[in-house]
Structures are given as C-alpha cells and as structure tokens.
C-alpha cells in the first residue's frame, strides 16, 4: 500500500517470482519505465540481497543499477518504517548489495525523494519485508513447510511449463507436474487467505472485473468447504483464520434467519453468503436446487477440526464450541418425527443443486449426524452440557439411517430414484465419506461399497472442482489407481494453462481440492487412527512427504520405496495415544509431547524407535 501511495502507475504492471516474494515492474507517469522489486524473506538477508542482485542484473537487465531501499512494515503507520528494522535490515543489505556491486541508499534518502516526486536518481525501488509469520513460495519448495516427492528428488525449482503444458498434450505422466500442483495448491490458499483478511472466496481473490461469476461470492454448499480442505492436514493453520472469522459473522444474521423462516433456535446460513451477513434462502421459483439449510452446519464442522488437528481447548471453549452449538440447536428444531414411527427425518430438504425436493435427503441427515457428534465430543473434552449431549445422542439413535438402494448404491432420497446413468457433477450423499467422518472400509464397510457403487454410476469425468471431490472420495476408499485416475483427469481436463482450475470459468475450489485429495491418498486421520499411505497408486512406487499434520496434534512425515511404506516419523504436538494403521498393521504408541518417533514395517509388523 505504501508503494502504491506513492508510485501512480498507468495499471500496466506485470507480478514475477523473487525469492518467494513479488517481483513488480511498474510504468509510472514520471518515467517510460521504473522498477519496484518486493522482496520477502524470512532467513538471511545477505542471501537474499545476493539473489536479488542476480535478479536486477538478468531480469531487470539493470548493469550498475541505484536503487533505493526501504524496509516497509504494516504496523509502523503511513510512512511504513520503523526505525529497529534500519539495524535488523537495511544496514545488512546495504552492505551486501554494495558488495554485489550494486548502489543502494537507505530508507530516509529514498523517502526524502518520495516526498519530492523525483525518481530520477534511482533504477529500482526496493521493499523489504521480513516477516518470520510469511511463508514464501519458494519456501513450500526448499525450505520449512510440506516438501512433497513421486519418484523425483525434491523439486526445488519449477519445471519448464512451456514443455509440460497444454496439460496432459504429450498423454504420459509427469510426477514434476503433479508435485507441482500440489504445492502451488498450497502457495494459492496462503496467498488468498491469510490472518486480517477475508477468506478465499469461488475466486480466490484473484478476479479482474467488479462483478464476476456468481458475484464472486461464498458458495456454502461444498465450494467456500472445499477451500479450506487442505489447510490443516498441509500445515496452513493461520490460513483458517479468516474462515473462522467468517463463520462467526455469520452467526448473528443467521439466528435471525433461523427463527424468521423456521422458528427454529440456533442460526442457520442458506446456499450463498456474502461479508454483509447474508443468510437467507435465496429467492427463485423453483427452490429444489438451493434450498440447504444445513450450510451454517456444514462450516461448523470445520471448527471441531480445528480442534482436533491442533487440541487448542481455548479455541474449542470460547469459539468453536458456541457455534457449533448453535448449529445443533438448529438440527434439533429443524428434525421432524415421522408419523407412525419414531424416526427422525428432514422435511423438506434437498440434495443440494439435485433432484427433487425431499422428506429427508441423505446429505441433510449426514450433515446433521456429523455435527451432533462434533458437538457430542466438544462437550465431553469441556466437560459442559451433559443434558444436551444425552439429547443429541438420542436423536442420533432415531435419525433417518443411510440406505442401500436397489442398484447397491446409496441412496440420495429417501426414495429409491437414484438414476445409474446419472453422471451430476454433485455427489452430495457421499458427504458422510468424505469430508464427514461417518463411512469409511474400516468402519462401515457396506456403506463404503455403496458409496463406490455412487462413484462408479458418477463416472471419472465432471467439472474441475467435482473431479477434485471425487478424488478425495475415492482416496477414502483406499483406491490408490483410482484416485490417481481422478488426479490425472482433474490435470488433463479441469486446469488451466496456468494451473488455475476451471469450472468452466475459473473457480479456484478445485485446485484445493486437488491439494486436499493427494494428502488424503498419503495420509488420512479421520477414522480414529493415523492411516498410513491408506491410498498409494501403483504410479507412485518411491516418493516422501513431509510435514504434514494430522487430528490428534501429530506432525507427520513419510517415505516409501516399491510402493511400501519406508519410514514414517510422528511428532506428538499434545502427548497421548496415537493408534497407527498401514495396511492391516496396526500399532497403538503412547506419545509424550513434543518427542518424535520413528515407525518402520520389520518382520511383518509396525515397530517404533
């Protein structure tokens, strides 16, 4: 914001890569051509002062340039100084651009001309940020952070695109390619939503018009979710931040929503929402396709996985806790006793953007089962509200049960309609395999079948955030050739020349998705156990991931060769039990907190050191 106070470009900017941050060429109205270069660091300033020399000598083609030298902190004011970072900062650079060969004056020279509009003494203008909270990009591919290997050494820099795209053009895999995507899902989610800010909307935030598809607005049936898919299994905890913040807006409109349309306690949210604190159905003639009231639950969802991934019980009390209550209260008001039993079903409800309107859609019920045992086991690490968790555990016993319909599938309606040629590109009564937690091969294994048999009638094909669902949904079912199917298709026919995914038009989802469904292939947590490698494809014979996370506070990092599992080291962030699952080897570790350990596969079974 600083620069741009004081540099009036002409718009005709161009965004570059420069040691992890934004290297900018700007057109002013002073000059044909000056160079502003930003540079985030969070190691050592003389390495990157020296990459930024080779860069202003070969991009900038800068020969002996001058360059002014500030160091721009958000927190200091207008002027965007402060004085601690003339020691921290400018005095090192300085030194080390000046043995680079290379002029540089510091921050009070340069703002001196700014005041005076007078560019002419300098070749570039430099912003230093050095901010130990920022994940650069070039961090996710050689320094802390998830580094993600298929049969490659570590990619430490990117590979040549204009040889690898249009995607998919040469129709051979190219395991570079697909790292890349995986970790370019990770740099748009940090890019797009950070701590302060709003989080990433069906664009990002990257969107050049002032109107866009879908208003460029919060879509809460699966696409706002799937945003945030990725952020706390990668290790992208402070990215959340902004979600949470939205949810919490939400909450106060939405009490008033739920009680004007549905006399209900709690707060609700329908289909799309907006910063405003819009939470209403939207309107239309024809209400089968947006009618989902259970949206708000959907979200809060993801504030019990806050929890579970970091254990933060101060996060759990005094902000997940309340509204995930709310949402329940919500569930219970909103459930209907059907008459003649003592079934509980919802009516009406929709499978959302599909089919008809219903007396109980399977993705109602499994949201509403999904929330309740949230909230059931929120209430138990408080313990808080016994009355209230004997209540929801006696509405779990009476709702409506998933069913098996006459193909083996399962049913979306309470009526067995589903259609097996139906190839929609929502699969909303898989909710309970995937992002739910409520089928699973371990757990239910034929509700999981069914769900396969939904898979199968879906087909392999769809728009690029639906690929990118599909492909976590098949990695829970520990196809690994099959997740990879997805994976490659999501690539060849759901992005972009430039990564982006498409729906058509571009809509960022499905990126995360894709980001999302890998770690699930490598590493899954949501059955009560940290399941290792639960879906590896055959394409994938040798590789490593590091620096994941996993519920139950544990860090995770893999390694395998002839696509068995090498080495797996799990880091305990809380202490306690860690029950562990390759394969049918199970292993139950008591951990203390903050020790590492160290697991391998010997003589059949999963031994630690």
């Known amino acids: 914001r600083y620069i741009e106070d004081h540099l009036e470009t002409d718009g005709h900017g161009q965004t570059l890569m420069v040691d992890g941050g934004l290297r900018i060429a700007l057109a002013t109205r002073n000059l044909p051509l000056r160079q502003v270069v930003e540079c985030i660091t969070q190691g050592s300033i003389e390495q990157t002062c020296r990459k930024l020399a080779q860069s202003l000598r070969r991009d900038f083609r800068l020969s002996n340039p001058r360059i002014a030298l500030l160091s721009i902190n958000p927190k200091a004011g207008d002027n965007g100084l402060l004085g601690t970072e003339e020691q921290e900062i400018i005095?090192?650079?300085?030194?080390?651009?000046?043995?680079?060969?290379?002029?540089?004056?510091?921050?009070?020279?340069?703002?001196?001309?700014?005041?005076?509009?007078?560019?002419?003494?300098?070749?570039?203008?430099?912003?230093?940020?050095?901010?130990?909270?920022?994940?650069?990009?070039?961090?996710?591919?050689?320094?802390?952070?998830?580094?993600?290997?298929?049969?490659?050494?570590l990619v430490r820099t990117c590979p040549d695109l204009a040889n690898t795209l249009p995607l998919g053009g040469k129709g051979v895999a190219d395991p570079q390619l697909e790292t890349l995507y995986y970790q370019y899902g990770r740099y748009l989610l940090i890019a797009s939503s950070r701590p302060g800010n709003l989080p990433a909307n069906l664009q990002g935030m990257w969107h050049n018009n002032v109107d866009g598809p879908?208003?460029?607005?919060?879509?809460?049936?699966?696409?706002?979710?799937?945003?945030?898919?990725?952020?706390?299994?990668?290790?992208?905890?402070?990215?959340?931040?902004?979600?949470?913040?939205?949810?919490?807006?939400?909450?106060?409109?939405?009490?008033?929503?739920?009680?004007?349309?549905?006399?209900?306690?709690?707060?609700?949210?329908?289909?799309?929402?907006?910063?405003?604190?819009?939470?209403?159905?939207?309107?239309?003639?024809?209400?089968?396709?947006n009618y989902n009231p259970m949206a708000a639950s959907w979200l809060a969802t993801h504030l019990w996985d806050y929890y579970d991934y970091t254990r933060d019980a101060k996060f759990l009390r005094h902000t997940a806790y309340p509204l995930m209550k709310g949402c329940a209260l919500f569930c219970e008001d909103f459930l209907w006793q059907k008459p003649g039993t003592d079934t509980l079903t919802a009516a009406p409800s929709t499978s959302p953007e599909h089919g008809p309107i219903d007396e109980g859609t399977t993705f109602t019920h499994a949201v509403i089962r999904e929330i309740l045992e949230d909230c059931i086991a929120a209430a138990n690490v408080l313990g808080t509200d016994q009355t209230e968790v004997a209540r929801w555990q006696k509405i779990l016993q009476h709702l409506a049960?998933?069913?098996?319909?006459?193909?083996?599938?399962?049913?979306?309606?309470?009526?067995?309609?589903?259609?097996?040629?139906?190839e929609h590109r929502h699969v909303n009564h898989l909710f309970g395999l995937h992002p739910g937690h409520t089928i699973s091969p371990l757990t239910t294994p034929a509700l999981a079948n069914a769900a396969r048999v939904v898979l199968e009638h879906r087909g392999d094909g769809a728009t690029g955030w639906s690929m990118g669902w599909k492909l976590n949904q098949w990695a829970r079912l520990h196809d690994g050739n099959h997740s990879y199917i997805l994976y490659g298709n999501l690539l060849k026919n759901g992005t972009?020349?430039?990564?982006?995914?498409?729906?058509?038009?571009?809509?960022?989802?499905?990126?995360?998705?894709?980001?999302?469904?890998?770690?699930?292939?490598?590493?899954?947590?949501?059955?009560g156990c940290l399941d290792l490698l639960p879906s590896l494809p055959d394409a994938w014979p040798e590789?490593?991931?590091?620096?994941?996370?996993?519920?139950?506070?544990?860090?995770?990092?893999?390694?395998?060769?002839?696509?068995?599992?090498?080495?797996?080291?799990?880091?305990?962030?809380?202490?306690?039990?860690?029950?562990?699952?390759?394969?049918?080897?199970?292993?139950?570790?008591?951990?203390?907190?903050?020790?590492?350990?160290?697991?391998?596969?010997?003589?059949?079974?999963?031994?630690?050191?």
């Not at 699966?222 to 290790?235: C, E, G």
């Not at 020790?595 to 010997?602: A, D, E, K, M, V």
């Open 91 to 153: 005095r090192p650079a300085i030194e080390t651009l000046t043995t680079e060969g290379i002029q540089a004056f510091g921050p009070y020279a340069a703002d001196a001309l700014f005041a005076g509009n007078d560019y002419t003494h300098f070749d570039a203008i430099v912003a230093m940020y050095y901010e130990q909270g920022t994940i650069p990009f070039h961090a996710l591919c050689d320094g802390p952070g998830v580094h993600y290997t298929v049969g490659l050494p």
């Open 214 to 289: 879908w208003r460029v607005d919060y879509h809460n049936n699966i696409n706002l979710q799937m945003n945030y898919w990725p952020a706390l299994p990668t290790n992208l905890t402070e990215c959340t931040e902004p979600l949470t913040n939205f949810i919490r807006l939400l909450e106060k409109p939405g009490e008033r929503t739920a009680k004007a349309y549905w006399g209900a306690r709690g707060w609700a949210a329908g289909i799309s929402a907006n910063i405003f604190g819009f939470t209403a159905p939207l309107e239309g003639a024809d209400m089968s396709w």
């Open 401 to 422: 049960p998933y069913k098996i319909g006459r193909y083996g599938q399962l049913m979306e309606w309470s009526r067995d309609i589903d259609d097996p040629n139906d």
């Open 496 to 527: 972009a020349d430039n990564l982006w995914d498409i729906h058509p038009p571009f809509q960022i989802d499905g990126n995360f998705g894709g980001t999302a469904g890998v770690t699930e292939m490598l590493l899954q947590s949501h059955a």
């Open 543 to 609: 590789g490593s991931i590091s620096g994941l996370r996993a519920r139950g506070n544990f860090g995770v990092s893999l390694s395998w060769t002839g696509g068995q599992l090498k080495q797996a080291v799990v880091t305990s962030g809380s202490g306690g039990m860690c029950h562990l699952r390759y394969g049918s080897h199970t292993l139950d570790l008591p951990t203390h907190k903050g020790r590492s350990y160290t697991i391998t596969l010997s003589q059949g079974k999963l031994v630690w050191h």
